[in-house]
Every structure is written in structure tokens, then in C-alpha cells.
């Protein structure tokens, strides 16, 4: 009888443990045990394989920031050109 609830309290335990190294992907919603490494985003988890790819959309931000600014230049340039600047 006491050996059930030893039994029982270690499987108790157990999922504890387990539930605690268990980490939702907010990005692809793939659950992560403690083998995956998963990062804290806020209150939310970030799994590595998001992260890397979340990395790389970061370092061509400002590659991409700039292409946006030039897009937004010529898109001026073309209106004026076209006397459309009151648009
Ligand atoms: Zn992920």
C-alpha cells in the first residue's frame, strides 16, 4: 500500500519534471523537451530552429529596410516626374 503511494508520488514527480522541461514553439507549435533548446521570448518559448531562422530575417532587416526606402524614393521620383506629387 505505501509502496503504490511511493509509486505514485514518483510518477508525480516525474511529470512535474517532465512538464517543466517541456516547451511549446510559439513559432512552428512544436513541443520541445529539455534534447531541443528552446529560449524564453517574454512569457512564450522560441525553439532553436525558429530562432536561426528568425536570425537570419534579422540580419537582412536592414538590408531590407534600405530596399524599402528606396522602393519609397522611387516611388516619389516616378510621382513627381508624372506631376502626380499632389496624389
Ligand atoms: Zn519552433
Redesign the pocket.
Known sequence: MLESIVEGRKMELYAERRTSEMHY?T??E?ICYKKKPVKALGNRW??I??LRQLKEVLDSLKQWEEELTLEEEMKKQLGEGLGLQEL
Open positions: 514553439c513559432f512552428c512544436k522560441i525553439c530552429d525558429c
